[in-house]
């Protein structure tokens, strides 16, 4: 088993006695992993990274990091940590330069060490320019970039993709995905949305209302959810569902020309096909829907 | 942790980049010295007769100081404090600086640095303009000879010190507030508040000595310290206990985000903060409270001399008799004294040769400082010591202002309504009182008892006063109404003691006196006895000794005739038991009977400019008026103007006009001579202690009239200035007799 980089113990937290935010939370990161921390908005996913970057304090239960209490390490241990907190923070009248000078300062690195990672996000053509001229998907890479300098072992980074588009939510990822594969950062990352995060991950941790609910590799999680969703565009979808309900019990109607079924696995579907041909069914689109998602839509509910 | 510390202010120095921080204190800085240099240069340096031993550069450092102290400082700390935290509560940079490798300390105050760095530099930045704006005006227009040029660094250093101290209480609370509260509004809304409330607190003198922006608003408007000394005043001490609570509370507030988890969430941080608090408020409360000075084991009057005049005595006088008390010689502009006798609490008389008095407050075992500087025309007296509130205090016997039962009193309005005026009265009375015991010096001193104590009584006897003129007016327009006395107007009557000795040096009380035994012997007035003889049949004592002295001497000084005054003196000289008050009036008789009207004017000689010599004898079967000036007094010379103007009138008439000039610096006559009228004889006797020993000369400007006989007819003239001149002199030369 490879070492825990993250070990959360029993960790609870609340700002009031009756109101509990976090309750009886375990966590293990393994080292060399990108973790993703699910949850939906108020979950207390943000909490857990405020707690873990003992920016909160006072709570249950304990947090190791690097296999020493946190405690003890602050705030030297973000010398070996890069973490980005409802993101962006960045001083929005300095340039990305000048961003980038703080963390030098405060981590007392070289300043040479800039440009390599403004060359890593892809910034290095913007040092110049005042962040709050920056595009929000510029302004989230020179937040990642500030997290990169001084070379992180650990990156912690708290919905690093939140209000992004498509193509910087892409960016992003793939970023991420090369820092751990070309440096081997383990990577920390809280998001709400499965999808954004699910194609990167090697680990998942699930939580809902303070609880955790799910932790395991991205495999374990696959296997919980082995339900196969399939949604079938046709017409006269009600009259096509009684002909189905026949063979598969499970089959609802979404809409007038759309119904949905639940196949046992993946493999089944060349069968249902087989069948709807069979049975006449005309069929304009057959479209497999993420499990996973609705699994945790289900979990998260 | 310093190197952290170091790395957090490298930090915050990228961060204030572009924030205006630095700029606005450089404007701040700069627009009282810029505004004070326009003004100045416009309405020319108002402040020159105020001159002595004053620095030229300090003057113009100090004279703008409370625009920066009362006003544009704290306005730069609201803003640059709220601007600071706001740069990370804008950018979420709180929390990026917390996952940092760096303390929450040195993030806290190393911001708190670079704001003091901030007023620090804005200070200094204040002084230099000043100091070159000085310069600059020193360049454009001539400056009063009489300041002094040389560059006072030492005491502006000091000063700056101070005003930086002041301002760490308004600083470190601002700074709290902004770093708590992530909105900017309230830390400015409160901020601004704060300060008007000072701005408007301050005319209507609410003493606000605990309040922090007073701290600033003292420091400012004592830049040279207080009256006693110590390095820091207590307003400075307060700001650096305050600044240490707010300082604690705001970082704990941040450190663990909340009132709650700062302040009761652990019993340990409850205990340091109660620990914290308590100290505080234990030291600030030891420094708000005002406090009396001990008194001295010994009774010393001592002093510095600071003249272009030799002073060679100094004495020390009772005020009602003007006896002598102790004559002070002064040694290498020095003098010292030390009291044997016991000394009743009340004014005393300080006398410098015959140039300048002041009275002050003393009693036995105190140790009184007093520095006296005299300049040309114009002298100042300061006392120090044991007596500095007391001292201090303008008003003896309360406020001075408007007094509403007054003026109602006055224009006799609702004389019928007693019990309004009793409570009226009695409500006034109260006001001073309230008055008095405020008054604090920026040290913090207050007054002693037997000080408080007489002023209360003198203030009583204010008060009686205008009960009395109250009756008084009652008697003539509503004589049927009987008047039931409240409670509250007995006590007041019943106050004041009509044999306190304590108050016979204070006038107000020996009127009292007078009219409280006319009125309560109306029937023996009416049959023919004086005033005198009321007095002299009091009890044996001091207290009558001092009552009849007093009144003697008055009438002798009302007396024309010298029969009179012989006569009064010797009936009731002989009822005084005390012989050194009998020679004073013996003398103060002889030296006004010297020069009534009719006895000989003692000659003595002159000279002019050109050295020629004048006796009166030369001037014989003509009137001549004497005008005696000194160079260094401003009201002579305010009589000039109108001395020039008579003389002008009445050149062809027989009387000759002469100016006699008693200042011992006869270089300064000289100079004056060259810009005065040649018309007028300009003399200046061969000696000057004879001319002023013969006509008693203890006052200037004094005018003398001698008759053509070479008598004296008027030894104290009226001044050319009054009205009445032109009728007397008209009347002497027999000119208005159509």
């Known amino acids: 088993m490879t070492a825990s980089i993250i070990e959360i113990k029993n960790l609870g937290f609340s700002y009031s006695k009756n109101n509990p935010i976090l309750k009886n939370i375990n966590l293990n990161v393994p080292k060399g992993s990108i973790y993703g921390f699910l949850g939906p908005n108020g979950a207390g996913k943000s909490t857990t990274m405020q707690l873990l970057t003992d920016i909160l304090q006072d709570h249950e239960g304990q947090i190791n990091m690097f296999g020493k209490a946190l405690k003890e390490q602050t705030p030297q241990i973000f010398n070996r940590i890069g973490a980005l907190v409802e993101s962006p923070a960045l001083y929005l009248h300095l340039t990305g330069f000048e961003n980038l000078k703080c963390i030098t300062s405060l981590k007392s690195i070289d300043e040479s060490r800039i440009p390599e990672v403004l060359k890593l996000v892809g910034l290095e053509t913007k040092s110049d320019l005042k962040a709050k001229k920056y595009s929000l998907g510029m302004k989230q890479r020179l937040a990642i970039a500030m997290t990169l300098l001084g070379d992180p072992e650990l990156l912690l980074l708290d919905e690093p993709v939140n209000g992004l588009d498509p193509s910087g939510i892409t960016e992003v990822r793939e970023l991420l995905v090369k820092l751990n594969k070309e440096l081997g950062l383990t990577i920390f990352i809280s998001s709400h949305l499965l999808s954004e995060i699910e194609k990167m991950c090697t680990h998942v941790g699930i939580i809902h209302q303070g609880e955790l609910k799910f932790e395991g590799t991205m495999d374990e999680l696959a296997q919980r959810s082995s339900k196969h969703h399939l949604t079938i565009q046709t017409i006269d979808a009600a009259r096509q569902l009684e002909l189905v309900q026949e063979a598969y019990e499970n089959a609802r109607l979404i809409s007038e020309n759309e119904f949905q079924v639940t196949l046992k696995s993946k493999e089944e579907t060349p069968q249902f096909a087989q069948f709807s041909i069979e049975k006449q069914i005309p069929l304009y689109q057959m479209k497999a829907e993420d499990g996973l998602e609705n699994w945790f839509l289900s979990l998260t509910k | ?738």
């Open chain 2, 1 to 738: 942790m310093l190197e952290n510390f170091k790395i957090a202010l490298r930090t915050e120095r990228i961060k204030i980049k572009r924030s205006g921080i630095f700029t606005l204190g450089w404007i701040l800085a700069l627009i009282m010295p810029l505004l004070y240099f326009v003004i100045i240069s416009v309405e020319g340096d108002t402040y020159i007769d105020k001159v002595t031993e004053t620095n030229f550069f300090f003057n113009f450092f100090e004279m703008p100081l409370q625009g920066l102290t009362g006003f544009f400082l704290p306005l730069l700390m609201i803003i640059t404090a709220s601007k600071i935290a706001q740069i990370d509560h804008k950018n979420k940079g709180w929390q990026l600086m917390e996952m940092q490798p760096i303390s929450k300390f040195s993030i806290y105050f190393s911001k708190f640095l670079i704001l003091c760095i901030n007023i620090v530099i804005t200070i200094l930045l204040y002084a230099i303009a000043s100091i070159v704006f000085a310069y600059l005006y020193s360049l454009i227009v001539d400056v009063h000879p009489s300041y002094e040029m040389s560059l006072p660094l030492e005491a502006i250093s000091y000063a700056c010190l101070r005003i930086f101290i002041a301002s760490l209480a308004i600083l470190s609370f601002q700074y709290a507030l902004s770093v708590i509260i992530s909105g900017f509004i309230w830390a400015l809304v409160i901020g601004f508040a704060m300060l008007l409330t000072q701005l408007f607190a301050e005319p209507f003198q609410l003493n606000l000595r605990w309040y922090p922006h007073n701290f600033l608003f003292v420091a400012g408007s004592n830049p040279k310290g207080g009256l006693i000394d110590s390095f820091l005043l207590p307003a400075e001490w307060l700001s650096l206990i305050y600044s240490f609570l707010f300082l604690f509370l705001g970082f704990y507030w941040y450190r663990f985000k909340g009132f709650y988890s700062a302040f009761a969430k652990a019993v340990p941080r409850t205990i340091t903060a109660i620990l914290v608090l308590v100290i505080c408020s234990a030291t600030a409360y030891y420094f708000i409270t005002p406090k009396t000075m001990e008194p001295f084991q010994k009774t010393v009057v001592k002093g510095t001399i600071n003249a272009d005049k030799e002073i060679k005595n100094v004495y020390v006088r009772d005020l009602v008799t003007s006896d002598t008390i102790a004559s002070i010689p002064v040694k290498d502009n020095a003098f010292r004294h030390v009291f044997t006798q016991e000394l009743t609490p009340q004014f005393y008389n300080v006398v410098f040769d015959k140039y300048n008095q002041a009275n002050f407050f003393m009693s036995s075992n105190d140790s009184i400082q007093i520095k006296e500087t005299l300049f040309g025309k114009k002298a100042t007296v300061s006392v120090l010591g044991t007596r500095i509130s007391e001292n201090a205090q303008e008003v003896f016997y309360g406020g001075s202002d408007f007094s509403y039962v007054s003026y109602q009193l006055e224009n006799n309005m609702k004389l019928a309504d007693s019990e309004y005026y009793m409570e009226q009265i009695y409500d006034e009375y109260e006001e001073d009182l309230s008055k008095l015991k405020s008054k604090i010096s920026v040290d913090h001193i207050k007054a002693r008892p037997d000080f408080l104590d007489r002023s209360k009584k003198l203030i009583a006897v204010k008060f009686i006063n205008k009960w009395n003129s109250y009756l008084k007016k009652k008697e003539i327009y509503n004589p049927d109404i009987a008047i039931a006395l409240t409670p509250e107007m007995n006590d007041l009557l019943n106050s004041v003691s009509y044999k306190d000795e304590t108050l016979l040096s204070d006038p107000l009380y020996i009127d009292f006196i007078k009219n409280y035994l006319v009125n309560s012997n109306k029937v023996a007035i009416e049959n023919g006895t004086t005033k005198l003889e009321l007095i002299a049949d009091l009890d044996e004592g001091t207290f009558r000794d001092k009552m009849l002295f007093s009144e003697i001497r008055t009438q002798l000084n009302e007396s024309k005739k010298i029969a009179q005054r012989d006569s009064i003196y010797n009936h009731f000289s002989a009822v005084l038991n005390n012989d050194s008050y009998s020679k004073i009036l013996d003398d103060t008789r002889k030296s006004l009977n010297k020069l009534s009207r009719g006895q000989e004017a003692l000659d003595f000689i002159s000279y002019d400019k050109d050295g020629k010599e004048y006796a009166l004898a030369d001037f014989k079967g003509k009137y001549v008026l004497i005008d005696s000036w000194a160079s260094w007094c401003g009201p002579c010379k305010q009589q000039e103007p109108f001395y020039v103007k008579k003389m002008t009138k009445y050149k062809k008439e027989n009387i000759v006009f002469t100016s006699m000039n008693i200042d011992v610096k006869k270089n300064d006559w000289l100079e004056d001579l060259t810009e005065m009228n040649k018309e007028i004889l300009q003399l200046r006797p061969k000696n000057i202690n004879v001319f002023s020993d013969l006509y008693n000369i203890d006052s200037i400007p004094r005018f003398i009239l001698i008759a053509p006989d070479g008598t004296i007819d008027d030894a104290d003239f009226v001044r050319p200035s009054s009205n009445a001149f032109d009728d007397l002199l008209d009347a002497k030369l027999g000119l208005n007799l159509e």
